[in-house]
């Protein structure tokens, strides 16, 4: 279902958002219902430039194809690329391809979907102790950092909510985004409370009866502190839950008024255990690509359970899992002692389904994932990543016979034959340079690399970042489901450089 206030929302935020971008002067403004977004999201671009916003450098902008009147073809190919780089930063779109987003096949709800995604992404991306260190104020009693770590973004800004109306010696609180904030008045309490002094802000929204009047008495409060976005007067007081949390979303972005953290928290905070390495952060997007559920905010806590890993070893394996095994959130014992220890007979059993996956899980143990041990905990989901994409390529099979390492190399130096390139694993320091991936690309889909581009004789590490930005984003282009990085490449991280190798395969296949 296509709600028109969403629509208009959303549509807004483009204008807002990409105005001054002069690659999307010809698609923008967008009208003020919203109506003509899908039309003018035919081509890619604005997509395109939505994915870099709420993931930068995702897209190397260098292979957008750019121009007010695009062939079927070029559009075609943003719209692919779009899709695979929305899904290497986390983005479901399960059933979704370059064609079913095209308006001519008016699925809206498709688009709205993928939008609100991106937007969502853009509005959490600050959301993090790192941008914002005062976040450790919101921590209750008794809990650490890494129960912040643990939290979604949407539990965070509940949090925040509630600690600005404590701090406004308010009584209210607020548990969700759509019931509780329909009559005005924890938003007034809000504003008011981290509006910077001199602002005017003001309580006059609680003098009137009228809850529609109140609303947009409310957002003129807003609208003093540029934070007026997202939500009408009639959203508020319908309780429209997306464009609520947005809308609060882009309060706290625009004014956290968070103290500064105390000093036993600053040397945790600026240790690097409690930030998302970039390996942790690339798997989680893939796990949430995958649209498993609950979401994971938190590699180590929301695996701990083991019902996340079961719903990835059934994409692998479709059936593998007993689900009569297994002990979901709505079946667990509400008995502390009972249900760790149903907790650890889950995470008992996706060992045991490991092994029959062959997966080499010597010294890895069901109180190891239950724990949250971080080393063995990667260790796994390499495997379940390595796994999956391999599975991909088994199921392209026939006689859907498994493919091994060994076999996506040989089919690379096959198609390289013709480049004059090898590569003798994935290891090989030739990948650093990306020119082997580059190459691959221009044998898989002839002429589609620009040469022009390409740093034939790179050696320092700009020139080869420089190349790998460009064939990450060239192999996603050409319908290759990549989630590693460019610094993967770079690097040589010959676990992400194989996946890369793999889904090019998958993409040859597939063509």
């Known amino acids: 279902m296509v709600l028109n206030e969403e629509q208009v929302a959303f549509s807004d935020w483009m204008n807002n958002n990409l105005w001054s971008d002069k690659d999307v002067n010809h698609l923008l403004p967008l009208n003020d219902t919203g109506s003509d977004m899908y039309q003018n999201l035919d081509d890619g671009i604005i997509l395109c430039k939505m994915i870099n916003l709420a993931a930068a450098d995702t897209i190397d902008e260098r292979v957008i194809?750019?121009?007010?009147?695009?062939g079927i073809f070029k559009q075609h190919e943003n719209l692919t690329l779009a899709i695979n780089s929305a899904k290497a930063i986390g983005c479901v779109v399960i059933g979704i391809d370059s064609h079913t987003?095209?308006?001519?096949?008016?699925?809206?709800?498709?688009?709205?979907?993928?939008?609100?995604q991106l937007i969502k992404m853009y509005l959490f991306k600050q959301i993090t102790i790192s941008q914002v260190p005062g976040l450790v104020n919101l921590l209750r009693p008794g809990e650490t950092l890494e129960d912040l770590m643990k939290m979604s973004p949407e539990e965070i800004l509940l949090r925040w909510v509630n600690h600005q109306l404590e701090k406004a010696g308010s009584?209210?609180?607020?548990?969700?985004f759509h019931?509780?904030?329909?009559?005005?008045?924890?938003?007034?309490?809000?504003?008011?409370?981290?509006?910077?002094?001199?602002?005017?802000?003001?309580?006059?929204?609680?003098?009137?009866?009228?809850?529609?009047?109140?609303?947009?008495?409310?957002l003129d409060q807003a609208d003093k502190i540029q934070s007026r976005a997202f939500v009408t007067a009639k959203d508020v007081v319908k309780g429209q839950e997306k464009l609520n949390l947005a809308f609060v979303a882009n309060l706290f972005n625009n004014f956290p008024s968070l103290d500064p953290p105390k000093e036993e928290y600053i040397e945790a905070i600026e240790e690097s255990s409690i930030q998302e390495t970039r390996e942790e952060k690339m798997y989680r997007n893939w796990m949430n690509s995958l649209g498993v559920n609950p979401t994971v905010n938190y590699l180590y806590s929301d695996l701990c359970d083991g019902l996340i890993i079961f719903q990835l070893m059934d994409f692998i394996r479709p059936g593998i899992v007993d689900w009569k095994r297994v002990k979901t959130l709505d079946k667990m014992s509400k008995m502390a002692a009972k249900r760790l220890q149903e907790v650890l007979g889950n995470c008992n059993y996706a060992v045991e389904l490991g092994k029959k996956l062959n997966f080499s899980l010597v010294g890895i143990a069901g109180s190891d994932i239950m724990e949250g041990n971080r080393t063995l905990t990667l260790a796994l989901v390499w495997q379940l990543m390595r796994a999956y994409t391999l599975s991909l390529l088994s199921q392209l099979n026939s006689d859907n016979t498994p493919i091994v390492e060994s076999e996506i190399i040989a089919w690379a130096n096959n198609k390289l034959d013709e480049k004059g390139v090898a590569i003798r694993h994935f290891q090989d320091k030739t990948n650093k340079t990306a020119l082997p991936i580059i190459h691959l690309i221009d044998v898989i889909k002839p002429g589609v690399i620009d040469y022009s581009i390409v740093l034939s004789e790179a050696q320092s590490p700009e020139e080869c970042m420089s190349n790998a930005k460009y064939a990450i984003t060239m192999a996603r282009m050409s319908g290759a489901p990549v989630y590693a990085l460019p610094e993967d490449i770079t690097e040589v991280k010959h676990k992400m450089v194989m996946t890369v190798y793999a889904s090019l395969m998958l993409a040859d296949i597939k063509s």
Do not use: F
């Open 65 to 70: 194809n750019k121009g007010a009147k695009l």
């Open 101 to 116: 987003l095209n308006s001519s096949q008016g699925k809206k709800w498709l688009v709205l979907g993928l939008v609100w």
């Open 179 to 218: 019931d509780d904030v329909k009559d005005s008045e924890i938003y007034t309490e809000l504003i008011n409370q981290i509006a910077p002094q001199g602002a005017g802000v003001n309580k006059e929204p609680m003098t009137r009866q009228d809850l529609l009047e109140r609303a947009e008495l409310m």
């Open 171 to 176: 009584d209210r609180r607020i548990h969700n």
